[in-house]
């Protein structure tokens, strides 16, 4: 009988066990949880993952996507160690913990420690619940057991992780890391490990730029219990315990911002990983910053790298500061509309090369003309004569690129620049021939696509900063022959002062009233673009490409390249040969706006053409011109050596010794020249 009434006694007792545990668990299955994703910062990665620029999220906290790999291994030991030792024994809740915590409060009459798990702390953070009640500890005790029936313990420490408080607005150890070190969390030194366990206790007071000796006291407390439990070593935790704390709040990284916001207009979500080079990047960007140093507001910079084998951008520098400073440093330059100059030179003699009209060692004209009501001048208000059409390039002149475009139509022009991905805006009407000069609207990111397409052989692969997403198939929009002989022609242009002779081929402008000073240079494998001048288009006075922007040119490419690739060889169908063994159709281009011979036109009377003159020391040399008009400018190798003279008989001084070209050039524009040897003495 007593047995039968124990066994009655025991089956109720389990069944009203069960019963409870039944009714328990259905409670922890209503819990209503908050959602599992924290929004995290908009990133911008370079191509390698390296942050770029990151943005905050909408209640202006920055909070960093990290993952669990992605984190020092060191720090999730310290972690566990000092807050939650049985992390991966419990289900939510640590009830060993709690039982001695509410021992330890009984005996002692205060708390001693805590028994808020990892998972309790996650409760905590997800709902922003404070813990100064029991109806707040009991709440987060629920939904903590909640959590453990609904995610592993790996996805548990991942939240805590985007989630941990580090004081002011730095939430998850991913974005304090970044404002503690300057780092990723991947490697952290076991001071640091430290640190970061211990601010999220009392973010606010254990700030170490606020409150450095709390922030001292608590690292070294986490320190102090990894070595009593066998984390670290004695030497270990005291080491750690001598490296000093930081003492201020760093800045998160700020590289490409304006390329950055850019890819936030386009979407406002998640990563966005780009094609830039976040170290080539930051050359960049400093060595804008010292181009305009000293410039007050009378200069800015832009400066871009492409891979034009790729079409993937490395580098933008949109301005040389982003902050709305009287240069208007949040305006992005790469993207602004502005006067080309002369940069579009190189595709028009492209142009003339591809129609068969000129070869790089044909003659051509430099002397006034008049294409209907349009009366272009040189820069310098000097006229060369007839030259070849190499040296014409080379010298940026404009009479004859103006005659070039003249017989190939500026819509021809248009269309080309078009299918090589620029998007040209004209001021009004039809183009003209001002477009030769820069009487159009571009950008420098179009002027990119330009002179990658020149430096590939005539085909544009299209331009793109993303990842993995480029924008469409080569397109040709030149023929090989063409763009190389264009590209043979800059690769010889005499480089700025100290900047090396090393085969670079780039091409200078600048805009009308000197808004805008440009320079573009390509290898076998990049293309740098520069540009100096004003976001507000005001004049710059004295900022010529070929001053300013040439040797910005020189040193960002030797940045981006200390040993050029070497341009393409020949194609098959390059005609190498001199003037003289070119076709007769090809030995001199004739405009249709150039004037007819004329018999008044200057002629050298002394020294006879293919002379071989005698130099001696001290001793100038003789020349003579019979008809054209005066003053005559005389040129040695297309340098004058005499202007406004209106002598006809002269004493030059002619460097030497060495073949050499000697042209007198009248008031007319009209020119004659002869080559001679000037022999050693």
Same mark, same amino acid.
């Given at each position: ?14 069944? +009203? ?46 909070? %960093? ?9 060191? #720090?999730?030991? %310290?972690?566990? $160690? #000092? ?7 419990? +289900? ?54 909640? %959590? ?10 991942? *939240? ?43 973010? $606010? ?49 700020? &590289? ?23 170290? *080539? ?17 009378? &200069? ?46 190189? *595709? ?29 001048? $040189?820069? =310098? ?16 002149? $404009? ?116 808004? =805008?000073?440009? +320079?573009?240079?390509? =290898? ?22 070929? =001053?300013?922007?040439?040797?910005? @040119? ?6 981006? +390249?200390?040993?050029?690739?070497? @341009? ?6 390059? %005609? ?5 063994? @070119? ?99």
């Amino acid at each position: 009988m007593i047995r039968a009434r124990l066994f009655l006694w025991l089956a109720a007792l389990l069944l +009203a066990v069960g019963l409870a545990r039944d009714r328990f668990d259905a409670w922890i299955d209503a819990t209503v949880i908050p959602p599992l994703v924290p929004v995290t910062s908009v990133e911008v990665l370079d191509r390698d993952g390296t942050l770029l620029r990151a943005y905050t999220v909408e209640d202006g906290r920055w909070r %960093l996507p990290v993952s669990l790999a992605e984190v020092d291994p060191e #720090f999730i030991d %310290l972690l566990l $160690n #000092f807050e939650d030792r049985r992390f991966y024994d419990h +289900a939510g809740v640590d009830w060993r913990a709690m039982a001695r915590a509410g021992w330890q409060a009984v005996t002692n009459g205060r708390i001693v420690s805590g028994a808020s798990t990892i998972t309790m702390q996650v409760a905590r953070l997800l709902e922003d619940s404070g813990t100064g009640s029991w109806r707040g500890k009991l709440r987060q005790m629920r939904l903590a057991l909640a %959590l453990e029936r609904q995610l592993t313990k790996q996805e548990i420490l991942t *939240l805590y992780l985007h989630l941990a408080p580090y004081g002011g607005n730095i939430e998850g150890i991913r974005a304090a890391t970044f404002t503690w070190f300057g780092q990723e969390p991947r490697q952290l030194t076991t001071a640091e490990a430290a640190l970061l366990v211990a601010i999220p206790q009392a973010p $606010n007071s254990r700030r170490p730029d606020r409150n450095p000796e709390n922030a001292h006291i608590a690292r070294d407390r986490v320190l102090a219990r990894a070595q009593t439990f066998g984390v670290l070593s004695e030497e270990e935790a005291t080491s750690a315990m001598a490296e000093p704390l930081p003492t201020e709040r760093r800045d998160f990284p700020l &590289l490409a911002p304006h390329l950055s916001d850019r890819m936030l207009t386009e979407d406002p979500t998640g990563q966005h990983r780009l094609t830039i080079d976040a170290t *080539l990047q930051a050359q960049m960007e400093a060595l804008a910053r010292e181009a305009v140093r000293g410039q007050g507001t009378r &200069l800015n910079a832009a400066i871009m790298v492409m891979d034009h084998q790729t079409g993937e951008v490395l580098a933008s520098v949109g301005s040389a500061e982003y902050s709305d400073n009287p240069l208007q440093g949040f305006v992005d330059m790469t993207q602004a509309l502005r006067s080309p100059g002369s940069t579009l030179k190189p *595709l028009i003699y492209g142009l003339a090369f591809e129609a068969g009209l000129i070869h790089p060692e044909s003659l051509i004209e430099d002397r006034p003309a008049r294409f209907g009501s349009y009366a272009p001048q $040189n820069f =310098d208000r000097v006229f060369r004569g007839e030259l070849s059409v190499r040296r014409a390039l080379q010298a940026s002149l $404009n009479i004859p690129v103006v005659s070039l475009l003249e017989e190939l139509g500026p819509a021809e022009l248009m269309n080309r620049m078009r299918r090589a991905g620029m998007e040209p805006e004209l001021p009004a009407g039809q183009p003209g021939l001002a477009v030769a000069l820069g009487g159009v609207g571009v950008t420098m990111e179009d002027l990119m696509r330009l002179y990658g397409s020149l430096a590939s052989g005539g085909e544009y692969v299209p331009l793109h900063y993303r990842q993995g997403n480029r924008a469409g198939d080569p397109v040709q929009i030149l023929s090989p022959v063409a763009s190389w002989y264009v590209s043979d022609i800059l690769s010889d242009m005499i480089p700025p002062a100290n900047a090396p002779r090393n085969g670079l081929a780039y091409k200078t402008g600048t805009s009308y009233g000197h808004r =805008d000073a440009w +320079a573009f240079g390509y =290898d076998g494998r990049h293309v740098v673009g520069v540009w100096l001048g004003r976001a507000d288009g005001a004049s710059v006075p004295g900022a010529f490409g070929a =001053d300013v922007a040439a040797p910005l @040119l020189f040193e960002a490419f030797a940045r981006v +390249a200390p040993r050029l690739t070497p @341009l393409p060889a020949p194609p098959p169908g390059a %005609l190498m040969v001199s003037h003289s063994d @070119l076709p007769e159709p090809l030995q001199r281009f004739a405009s249709r706006s150039a004037p007819a011979t004329d018999p008044d036109a200057p002629e050298i009377a002394f020294p006879p053409d293919g002379a071989v003159l005698a130099s001696q020391p001290g001793l100038p040399l003789m020349a003579r011109v019979d008809r054209g008009r005066p003053p005559f400018t005389w040129l040695w190798n297309g340098a004058p050596v005499s202007t406004a003279n209106r002598d006809r008989q002269m004493t030059l001084d002619l460097a030497g010794p060495g073949f050499g070209e000697l042209t007198v050039i009248d008031s007319m524009g009209r020119a004659a020249r002869i080559t001679v040897e000037v022999a050693a003495p």
